[in-house]
T-cell receptor
């Protein structure tokens, strides 16, 4: 059984640029959620995808968007990067029931 | 690696002692609770979970207690080891694929 994998592990971008982060869900999981974790904070929910559609969103602006593919993998896109977007971005996959959340190791994004 | 939880409350325990980490959750409608361990530079790692129809659940060296009356969770770690040093988060959700809401986190420091 494979776990959740995320790529890249680290990324440095310039303010105003766009970034795409990727996530492969755990085998058997059909739901993917994305979280942002700033230093010293707990993860904050960005959005969730189920059957290729967004079915829940946290308090993040529209420049945060995503996709889920038929194989349940997912992308997080952030446009017009701001310095405050610097954080660890975590992907979690889960079962349809909402149980069995498994997290990836995250992508550390630094915006300069 | 990255430092998680720079300004979090810290619990320091002697190796071999028992640790108790507490968490107050926010939503009385939550019915599923999870404890995660997060080491520097890594994503949250599942430790143990509990559903709201239980008040205690035991794993290997860990026990979770749930008090729904006062919306309180605790994680007990028996015979704490240096490898237990990390930041610990509780998370709550309602079953049915709603997102996880994380608590503030506690840094556990084990003194050898």
């Amino acid at each position: 059984e494979t776990g959740v994998t995320q790529s890249p592990t680290h990324l440095i971008k310039t303010r105003g640029q766009q970034v795409t982060l990727r996530c492969s869900s755990q085998s058997g999981h059909n739901t993917v959620s994305w979280y942002q974790q700033a230093l010293g904070q707990g993860p904050q929910f960005i959005f969730q995808y189920y059957r290729e559609e967004e079915n829940g969103r946290g308090n993040f602006p529209p420049r945060f968007s995503g996709l889920q593919f038929p194989n349940y993998s997912s992308e997080l896109n952030v446009n017009a990067l701001e310095l405050d977007d610097s954080a660890l971005y975590l992907c979690a996959s889960s079962l349809e029931s909402g149980y069995g959340y498994t997290f990836g190791s995250g992508t550390r994004l630094t915006v300069v | 690696g990255e430092s998680v939880g720079l300004h979090l409350p810290t619990l320091s325990v002697q190796e071999g002692d028992n640790s108790i980490i507490n968490c107050a959750y926010s939503n009385s409608a939550s019915d599923y609770f999870i404890w995660y361990k997060q080491e520097s530079g890594k994503g949250p790692q599942f430790i143990i979970d509990i559903r709201s129809n239980m008040d205690k659940r035991q794993g290997q060296r860990v026990t979770v207690l749930l008090n729904k009356t006062v919306k309180h969770l605790s994680l007990q770690i028996a015979a704490t080891q240096p490898g237990d040093s990390a930041v610990y988060f509780c998370a709550e959700t309602r079953s049915g694929n709603t997102p996880l809401v994380f608590g503030k986190g506690t840094r556990l420091s084990v003194i050898a």
